[in-house]
């Protein structure tokens, strides 16, 4: 079964830091670019940040361009995203999601929230 | 504010049909493929339409999408209970530093 399984999210004070890893399972890891999307509460899905498969290309949502940084582990099958100098406008859930082609999303992970609050 | 932009909520009866709107621009829809999620809250958003108008294997044929120019559409004939969702239309932009662009959502209420 392809599957994604995020971590690393919690409670984090303003400016504060957290890394936010994605495993993955059942596929060929190496073989795909991924991306990390949130969601603020009530809010819609909004897009970060894109790494492609070898991690020679990296894309970033200007929300996000200077904080935080996306990396990949292909020996270990894993996906990153170290995010810094947190605010509140951050909290949400972070969801992982492997890009299957020109444009498309899937599968994606279950998320993991991220709040930040003092 | 989303770069693409989907009515906020629609609605209708069950076994009706249903049709969601997706706008954008040259650099987003009008020159990159465009495709669809279904979320329900706490889980795992899901594709239903990929390269404008595929379906992935298991999504029901009840589901269909289309594109013209900038603009994309998201069809459900048959409307169920368990289509009761928010439904997301998203494509790469083209602008420099823009990268994805999701729309800004739509609920499907099932009245």
């Known amino acids: 079964e392809v599957q994604l399984v995020e971590s690393g999210g919690g409670l984090v004070q303003p400016g504060g830091s957290l890394r936010l890893s994605c495993t993955a399972s059942?596929?060929?890891?190496?073989?795909?670019?991924m991306n990390w999307v949130r969601q603020a509460p009530g809010k819609g899905l909004e897009w970060i940040s894109y790494?492609?498969?070898?991690?020679?290309?990296?894309f970033y949502a200007d929300s996000v361009k200077g904080r935080f940084t996306i990396s990949r582990d292909n020996a270990r099958n894993s996906l990153y995203l170290q995010t810094n100098i947190l605010t509140d406008k951050d909290t949400g859930v972070y969801y992982c999601?492997?890009?299957?082609?020109?444009?498309?999303?899937?599968?994606w992970g279950q998320g993991t929230l991220v709040t930040v609050s003092s | 504010q989303s770069v693409l932009t989907q009515p906020p909520s629609v609605s209708a009866a069950p076994r009706q049909k249903v049709t969601i709107s997706c706008s954008g621009s040259?650099?987003?829809?009008?020159?990159?493929?465009v495709s669809w999620y279904q979320h329900l809250p706490g889980t795992a958003p899901k594709l239903l339409i990929y390269?404008?108008?595929k379906r992935p294997s298991g999504i029901p044929d009840r589901f269909s999408g289309s594109k013209s120019g900038t603009s994309a559409t998201l069809g459900i004939t048959g409307l169920q209970t368990g289509d009761e969702a928010d439904y997301y239309c998203?494509?790469?932009?083209?602008?420099?530093?823009?990268?994805?662009?999701f729309g800004s959502g739509t609920t499907v209420t099932v009245l």
């Open positions: 999601a492997r890009e299957g082609g020109d444009g498309w999303f899937d599968p």
């Open positions: 059942g596929f060929t890891f190496s073989s795909y670019s």
């Open positions: 790494i492609s498969s070898g991690g020679g290309n990296i």
């Open positions: 040259s650099s987003n829809i009008g020159n990159n493929y």
């Open positions: 390269e404008n108008n």
């Open positions: 998203g494509a790469w932009d083209s602008s420099r530093g823009a990268g994805y662009v």
